[in-house]
């Protein structure tokens, strides 16, 4: 059995997938934490953990400007200068449950805790690179850095994705190779030795257990890159999708997105001083803070703004998630024994918004299910 040496998991994770391991925890105890505990943090894997000899451990640097392959190991990416940063991934299926109730969609059945905040340490790809010679004016040519895992599918193929050069060179960017998450060692499920850490970029692109980076001219030639996690138009469907359109751009950045986790959907919640108590979080790609959550209690009539949980980060350079939490008037009338149906909506530092509806975002994959979150909720 190739998945007769996983790692323990917790068990609060509401398991989607047990071979390969896709799980998620409760959305009421993801925000209760700013930093997401590392047994707390979702895991989403394509293949068997691989479990790998520190002592062997490899880092391979190849590519345009290297004649070739150069090795480090896991002492030489300790004598770097670490940087610390707070950074929330989300898997681009996050929340493709709600995409689902619109129309049916292929993929992994997330809830909204296919996201999750913690502090990742470890030197900056740029200072690597600058490190080893490699000069950006140089070569010119590069437009993207390829990630490779040490993962392997039953075909032997690894996973793998990319990043664009713009990205991995600008120091203020942040993307580091991660030795440590919360200020431990890399816990197996989350990449241990090694982890692309590319912040504001989707999951898909921060490759754990990376074994080797690559600088080309092209996009990764894996099928994560080329094949999945794209979005389209809502009236594409499987029968028309064509994956190499040159509209079908692979997700880089996330668009703004929110949810409420507590209470969960359906529950009963306890009315104080004409109000009730709401948390969850949001989060938006590229380095966009959020600067505000309204939440509505009647459909949109009346907004009201939530308390804001968030690190110190500039308004364009924020990698962390927010929580958001309140005490939130009822629509006037509002009793115990009432159902109310409660909905939040982020907007960002570009003053993007999350669409209203899921609608008109619908897409084959359920990517970036990004609108309104709504549940209902019985007053007591
Ligand atoms: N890297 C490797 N090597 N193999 C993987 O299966 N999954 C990707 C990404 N990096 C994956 C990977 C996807 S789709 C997501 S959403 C994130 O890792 C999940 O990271 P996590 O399991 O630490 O939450
Ligand atoms: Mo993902």
Not at 52 to 60: A, G, R, S, V
Not at 61 to 82: A, C, Y
Not at 323 to 334: H, K, N, S, V, Y
Not at 349 to 364: A, C, G, M, T
């Amino acid at each position: 059995d190739p998945y007769g040496n996983e790692p323990s998991r917790h068990p609060v994770f509401n398991i989607n997938n047990l071979k390969p391991f896709n799980a998620e925890p409760p959305l009421n105890v993801l925000a209760d934490n700013f930093i997401t505990p590392n047994e707390l943090f979702y895991v989403r894997n394509h293949h068997p953990v691989p479990d790998i000899e520190p002592d062997e451990y490899e880092l391979q640097i190849e590519g345009i400007g290297f004649e070739e392959p150069v090795s480090l190991t896991l002492s030489d990416l300790q004598q770097l200068e670490q940087h610390t940063v707070t950074a929330a991934i989300q898997c681009a299926g996050n929340r493709r449950a709600d995409m689902l109730q619109h129309k049916p969609v292929r993929g992994m059945n997330w809830g909204g805790a296919a996201i999750s905040n913690a502090t990742w340490s470890g030197p900056k790809l740029c200072d690597l690179l600058k490190h080893l010679g490699w000069d950006e004016e140089k070569f010119p040519s590069v437009k993207h850095v390829w990630a490779d895992g040490l993962d392997y599918g039953p075909d032997g193929t690894s996973y793998g994705a990319s990043i664009l050069i713009e990205k991995a060179m600008d120091p203020r960017q942040d993307v580091i190779l991660a030795l440590k998450m919360n200020g431990e060692e890399l816990p197996r499920d989350h990449g241990y030795p090694v982890r692309l850490v590319a912040p504001g970029v989707v999951g898909a692109r921060n490759v754990k257990w990376v074994g080797s980076i690559t600088l080309s001219e092209e996009e990764s030639h894996s099928h994560w890159q080329r094949r999945d996690y794209k979005g389209f138009n809502p009236s594409v469907d499987w029968h028309n999708v064509d994956f190499d359109d040159k509209y079908a751009v692979s997700i880089q950045n996330q668009p703004v997105t929110s949810m409420v986790c507590d209470p969960l959907d359906g529950a009963s919640v306890q009315i104080v001083d004409n109000k009730i108590h709401l948390k969850g979080y949001a989060f938006s790609g590229a380095g966009a803070k959020i600067i505000r959550v309204d939440v509505t209690l009647d459909d949109g009539t009346t907004w009201h703004t939530a308390e804001l949980q968030q690190d110190d980060s500039p308004l364009n350079r924020c990698w962390s998630w927010s929580i958001w939490e309140g005490d939130i008037p009822l629509p006037e009338g509002a009793k115990a024994g009432d159902e109310v149906k409660v909905t939040c909506c982020a907007i960002d530092s570009n003053y993007n918004r999350q669409p209203e509806k899921v609608k008109n975002i619908w897409n084959l994959r359920g990517c970036l299910s990004n609108s309104w979150h709504s549940i209902s909720v019985n007053l007591k």
